[in-house]
C-alpha cells in the first residue's frame, strides 16, 4: 500500500514554469512504476508521463516542455512543467503501478488526490 500527496499546483502565465511534486508514505517507493495523469474539465483523464528505472515516457503533446523524474531517497516523484499552454489545464494526479512502467491509467493501484494547474492566456 502507498499513499500519494500531491503538491505545487498553481495558476500561471502561459510560457511560465510549474513544478508538481508527489510525496509517497507506505510501501518502498523505489518499487513502483510512478506516472502523471491529468484530467480537464469534460474530458477523459489522460496520460502526461511515466517513470521507471529503465525507461521514461511522455505524451507527445507534452514532449520536450515537460520532465518526469524521481528522487527515492525523499520518496518524490516532480513534474517539471515548462512553456506551459492554456490547454494544460487540468487537474494533475499523480500514480503509483505495482507492474511498472505503463501510459495506460488502468494499470495504476494508487492515485493521489490531485492538484489544479491553470494556464492562463
Known amino acids: 500500500q502507498v499513499q500519494l500527496v500531491e503538491s505545487g499546483g498553481g495558476l500561471v502565465q502561459a510560457g511560465g514554469s510549474l513544478r508538481l511534486s508527489c510525496t509517497a508514505s507506505g510501501r518502498t517507493f523505489s518499487s513502483y512504476g510512478m506516472g502523471w495523469f491529468r484530467q480537464a474539465p469534460g474530458k477523459e483523464r489522460e496520460f502526461v508521463a511515466a517513470f521507471t528505472w529503465w525507461r521514461t515516457g511522455y505524451a507527445a503533446s507534452v514532449k520536450g516542455r515537460f520532465t518526469i523524474s524521481r528522487d527515492n531517497a525523499k520518496n518524490t516523484l516532480y513534474l517539471q512543467m515548462n512553456s506551459l499552454k492554456p490547454e494544460d489545464t487540468a487537474v494533475y494526479y499523480c500514480?503509483?503501478?505495482?507492474?511498472?512502467?505503463?501510459?495506460?491509467?488502468?494499470?495504476?493501484?494508487?492515485w493521489g488526490q490531485g492538484t489544479q494547474v491553470t494556464v492562463s492566456s
Open positions: 500514480a503509483a503501478a505495482n507492474l511498472g512502467y505503463s501510459s495506460d491509467s488502468d494499470a495504476y493501484d494508487y
